[in-house]
């Protein structure tokens, strides 16, 4: 069972690492033995939690501002030139949001979040896509998807293209996965619930009185995020094609 969730070896990009759900990911994958990549848009906030990082495993620093074509393709040539041509496993997890009421919702609220949460996740994985192959000739390459239980169901907030990007995110995870699959890459969401990062401030500044509202109890914790991210990442997560998982404690249920 060791070996099942083991990821000795394997090499990892995690976008957006550096704080959050990202940072959460990439500690697990480092306490699993991989060899992890962070990158954030603030290189000295992604150089200096690469270095905390590091005392888990090898972590190393790539900052870029994922939301750009141009930037994805670089840090592509960047990633495979520092691995032989090679990434074992990818997570697109860089994310923004963005609420503001219906009559003066601006455009720029929607560019912004649909480019880093829906675009990006295409583009980064097209331009990984050979590096991925490569790795895939000795065992399933994976991708990982981070949506949303937003994009599941409704929030009361008016966070229109947050909401509307993880939805799309977590249908174009199943489209994908089916061309991917083709190359022995297997491609998998999660959709979180209540974690505590700047993203979700609610978990973060108010935790107890948003996990009255978790069924569960609690908002989510490091150990949870990394377990289910690792689970995709491992030979135990192989045959989960397409699917995105949902740890949220069981709040999407209460929404109806």
């Known amino acids: ?29 480092l306490r699993q033995g991989a060899r992890v990549y962070i990158t954030a848009r603030k290189a000295p906030a992604c150089e200096a939690a690469a270095r905390e990082l590091s005392s888990l495993g090898d972590c190393v620093s790539l900052p870029a501002d994922v939301s750009t074509v141009e930037a994805a393709r670089a840090l592509a040539i ?13 997570v697109n997890n860089a994310g923004a949001a963005w609420a503001e009421a219906f009559d003066t919702f601006p455009e720029q609220g929607w560019d912004k979040v649909v480019d880093l949460n829906l675009k990006a996740p295409f583009f980064l994985t097209q331009a990984l896509h050979p590096l991925l192959k490569a790795a895939a000739t000795r065992r399933p ?4 998807n981070i949506a949303s239980i937003d994009g599941l169901s409704v929030n009361p907030w008016e966070t229109y293209s947050y909401a509307a990007s993880k939805a799309g995110l977590i249908h174009l995870t199943r489209r994908m996965a089916l061309r991917l699959a083709e190359d022995n890459i ?9 974690f505590a990062s ?13 996990a009255r509202r978790v069924p569960a109890g609690r908002i989510g914790s490091e150990d949870d995020m990394a ?30």
């Open 78 to 90: 960047d990633i495979g030139r520092r691995e032989g041509g090679a990434l074992d496993i990818l």
């Open 1 to 29: 069972m060791n070996d099942l969730f083991s990821l000795t070896g394997r090499v990892a990009l995690v976008t957006g690492g550096s704080r959050g759900i990202g940072r959460m990911i990439a500690s697990g994958f």
């Open 198 to 210: 700047d993203m979700n401030r609610q978990a973060r500044d108010h935790a107890d009185e948003v």
């Open 227 to 256: 377990a289910a991210a690792v689970y995709l990442a491992s030979r135990a997560g192989d045959f989960v094609l397409g699917e995105t998982l949902v740890v949220d404690g069981g709040v999407t249920l209460t929404r109806g």
């Open 141 to 144: 390459a994976k991708v990982i």
């Open 186 to 194: 297997v491609m998998s969401g999660i959709a979180p619930g209540p």
